[in-house]
């Protein structure tokens, strides 16, 4: 039995059973009755390529805010493989000591193959967390692809991680991530190259500054040591102040919400589209003689529409 | 002015002003004329993380199947930040000569920040490459996210490049990439590291081939020296023959026509929904009464839905 009395106080059991009910799908409803309770906690997101150092870094900012008295949710997302099972999740065992701690809810989410629902879902997570009182939600991602640009919009501010190893700020500049960093870190701060990657990174990030009202800063860490990391929590919290008064934070919480409705809408269509308009087996043989081409995929396409009803 | 005549010979021009129509939407029948032309080439994919020398690989391969007598298409798929421009796509210079050959068509794309509709774009270049009488379609990715997943669809055979550097063979788990590899290439076979890499591939691979009656083949390459090209070309050839005779072929082809149809549908039902469900000034208004707690956006979605006329 799910008690909202029980998560708005941020009980840990609570919590952990409405995750496991968002996850599921096995209670729709609850999304619906915590919202209103949401939009206090702050969002940070981590990102950057693997062995980065990532985990480490949000252990570290988790315990300084934890210092400050701040209640922080942690979502590791982890694009496990299902044959690695949850090997790779052993780094999460170092979290032990923080998890169980009073103000602090940790929660590793593995995509176990369905990439395409993980960004919702943790979206979804973010929102229990967010209702149960959570002054800060860290949500750390492995930054390489589509599905962290998805959670990176659920995030105020974003912290690209990268360590000064060859080819992390080329890759970065791929993967799209030096866009979406509001505040950069070279993490490992204290091996060789990460001047180098430094200044790399402050000539990439020179353009955006020009357009922006922000200074993109670009902090040296070394998360194991604890190195740089007041420094680094000192500037999320700048980030914060400034997309407050700026009026920014207003105005993307706005926008990231029109477009969590339209999500909404897409996904009720969807699953119409797979419960009513065609079944399986119509499907099944209509892509049989496509593949003969004996029919055209897109001619096709507009004639299930025309007669499922949809007024489309 | 298009000529779909022209394109059907393979005619070089014909294929550039096709796939330009495509990409920007400005004909939009040309793939459902195209289409009944199609399915006759193969596809391979081939990914795996930047630096391992993709491109390399392919253009090796492709010379190796230009010896055969083979046309030969390839879609170069490059995730490029805005910011770098096309100055990433400096490696491509290298494919120039072999770009000028008569039987081979490259074509780079680059998502310019729009990673969301890659995967689409590419599958619709595959098609035109397909139409144009190519017996292989080569698709290069930097195999990272779900864009890559997304491709890897529609490939019948999909390729992926490790290098003997430290972390790839646990980057390439944590990317999925193992569950989606039919054939495994240890590239830069000449470096330290690659029996490790080799041994460490074949252990991850066992538990699949258990179940499966492929026997994922890992191979080692020296792109640069053509080193282990042609035993890649024959296992290419060898997953082809096991797919053909085993209906493996026909039937995910046939699985991903469903898709196709799919995606088709809810293409149609999106832009329906962005030009007459809900302007975006509505949405505005609602998001806005979303983000003070008056409205709950799970509500309003129905409420949106039940009022548009859709029948949902």
Redesign the interface.
Known sequence: MLSLKDLLQGDKRAIAQTISAVENGTNTKI??KL??Y??NAFHVGITGP??AGKSTLVNAIAAELLKQKKKIGIIAV???????GGA?LGDRVRMTDLALKKNIYIRSMA?R?S??GLAQKTKDVALVLDASGMDFILIET?G??????DIAQVCDTTVVVLVPES?DS??A????L??IADIMVVNKGDREGSDRLLTDLKF?LE??EQTAGWHFPILKTVATTHEGISALVSEIENHREYLDKSGQL?KE???K??M???E???E???S??RKS??SKAE??R???K??R?EL???????E??SGS????
């Open positions: 999304l619906e919202y209103r949401t939009g693997p062995g982890d694009p496990t493989s299902p044959f690695s790779l995509s193959g990439l395409g492995i390489v692809g589509q599905v962290e640009l080819g080329i890759q500049l791929k993967a799209g030096l866009e990439a353009l955006r207003e919480r706005k926008s919400i029109a969590h409705i339209h909404l809408i897409e009720k269509i969807r119409h589209l308009v065609i499907l099944a209509i892509a049989d496509v593949y081409r055209n995929p897109y001619v096709i396409a507009s299930i529409l009803g949809l007024n489309i």
